[in-house]
C-alpha cells in the first residue's frame, strides 16, 4: 500500500518517551541546590511548561528577572542525563510502528531537547529509526517556531504537506501549524488531523 506521506516526525517527550518524572527530577535539583522548594506538582502550567518547552525557555519562565538565574542554569550543567535514565519510559508500541514505517517513509525526530537525544536514541533501543533528528540546539528558534520542522523538510527536500509530525503538546501543534504540516495529536485532545492513544493507530493516517 502507498503511503499518503513520505515522513512521519516525532517528538521526543510524551512521544517517543515517558518522561515527566525525570523533568521534574532534573529541574527540583536546580530548586533544592538553590535552596528552594520543589516545583508544584498541581501546577498545570508548569507541569506544561518544563514538559514541552526547551531547557533555556523553561529557565526563563522560571527564573526571569531572578538574581540566581545563572546559578541555577549552571546548576543544571551539572546534572547528567544518565542520572534521569532510570525515570524514563520508551512509549508502548513505538518500536513495532517504527518498524511498520521504516523503508516505506522517512523518519525523524523534532524536539526541545538540546544534547541528549542521541544518547536516548541508543539507550532505548532505537537505533537505525530515524534519519534526521532535529534538536533545539540545532537552531536558532526552537518550537513553537517552525524553523525545526522546517529544516527537517529541507533535509529530506520535502514540501510541508508530504510529512506528518506526531506531538503532545500545544508547543507541537502550534509549530506544526506554523510550519503547515499535518499535526497528529498523541494522547492529547488538542487541534489535530487526528487524535491517537497508541502509536499503532498512526498506521491508518498514513497508508
Not at 6 to 25: P, R
Not at 148 to 167: D, Q, R
Not at 170 to 186: R, S
Amino acid at each position: 500500500m502507498t503511503p499518503r506521506y513520505k515522513a512521519v516526525i516525532y517528538d521526543c517527550d510524551g512521544v517517543i518517551l515517558d518522561s515527566i518524572e525525570s523533568n521534574y527530577i532534573f529541574y527540583n535539583r536546580i530548586m533544592a541546590g538553590l535552596g528552594r522548594p520543589p516545583i508544584d506538582r498541581l501546577c498545570q502550567v508548569s507541569e506544561r511548561v518544563l514538559h514541552t518547552y526547551s531547557y533555556l525557555d523553561v529557565m526563563e519562565h522560571f527564573f526571569a528577572n531572578d538574581p540566581q538565574k545563572d546559578e541555577a542554569i549552571a546548576i543544571g550543567k551539572t546534572i547528567r542525563y544518565k542520572e534521569l535514565m532510570p525515570y524514563m519510559r520508551r512509549e508502548d508500541e513505538l518500536v513495532e510502528t517504527l518498524e511498520q514505517l521504516k523503508g516505506r517513509v522517512e523518519l525523524a525526530v523534532c524536539t526541545n531537547r538540546a544534547s541528549s537525544m542521541e544518547m536516548i536514541i541508543e539507550d532505548f533501543g532505537l537505533e537505525g529509526f530515524f534519519g534526521c533528528i532535529m534538536t533545539a540546539g540545532k537552531v536558532a528558534n526552537p518550537k513553537p517556531h517552525p524553523e525545526p520542522l522546517l529544516k527537517v523538510l529541507e533535509h529530506y527536500g520535502l514540501a510541508p504537506h508530504e510529512a506528518l509530525f506526531v506531538g503532545d503538546s500545544a508547543v507541537d501543534m502550534q509549530a506544526a501549524a506554523a510550519a503547515g504540516v499535518p499535526f497528529i495529536a498523541y494522547k492529547s485532545e488538542l487541534e489535530a488531523l487526528a487524535v491517537i492513544e497508541r502509536h499503532s493507530q498512526l498506521l491508518q493516517h498514513v497508508f
